[in-house]
């Protein structure tokens, strides 16, 4: 029911996006268990709808940060799984795929119905594409709710520490905060 995506990936070392993949469906069949139709379709629909096919069939290692994440991603959508666990997916990422992998996981978690609970430590980020936040110190829950509710100085200020400044962003309306 619950596929993990854990924050350091464990090396796919000579494995193509389409073999690591297919792992997805290990939950299925065990190590040695062979691939029947159904499998290789819930391989493909999670290529597709991962738009991963450019590169199913290059070496995992040899992929973009982004591009890499986008196949472990898909990777958890072949385990057809009803909620995904994400640690940390934006680790080592550049803003551009940061922003690219999280509208990805958004468009999956709408399309597929999916519940998701991901943990990123850019409260801009996800206040921009998670319904609900939870704010944790020390494993002690310090704060949760909608963005909005979240996005407020004195409470940002009471998570982190510093005084904040939470403002309208300029071109998309929603709140961002800064530290002072």
């Known amino acids: 029911q619950v596929a993990y995506l854990p924050q350091h990936l464990p090396s796919a070392e000579n494995l193509t996006g389409r073999e690591l993949v297919a792992f997805g469906r290990y939950p299925w069949h065990g190590l040695l268990g062979r691939h029947n139709q159904t499998d290789k379709e819930a391989i493909e629909r999670a290529i597709a709808l991962t738009h991963t096919e450019a590169f199913a069939d290059r070496l995992v290692d040899t992929l973009s940060g982004g591009e890499r994440q986008r196949v472990w991603l898909a990777m958890l959508i072949a385990q057809g799984s009803r909620f995904l666990l994400l640690d940390e ?92």
Request: charged share 15%; with cysteine; net charge negative.
């Open 89 to 180: 997916p934006l680790a080592a990422l550049d803003i551009a795929h940061q922003m690219e992998v999280l509208a990805l996981i958004r468009k999956l978690c709408d399309e597929l119905n999916l519940g998701v609970i991901i943990v990123l430590h850019d409260i801009n980020m996800a206040s921009r594409y998670c319904d609900e936040l939870m704010a944790l110190h020390s494993g002690r829950l310090l704060a949760h709710g909608k963005p909005d509710a979240l996005m407020q100085n004195a409470t940002l200020e009471a998570i982190y520490g510093l005084p904040m400044q939470v403002m309208q962003h300029p071109n998309g309306g929603h709140r961002i905060a800064v530290a002072q």
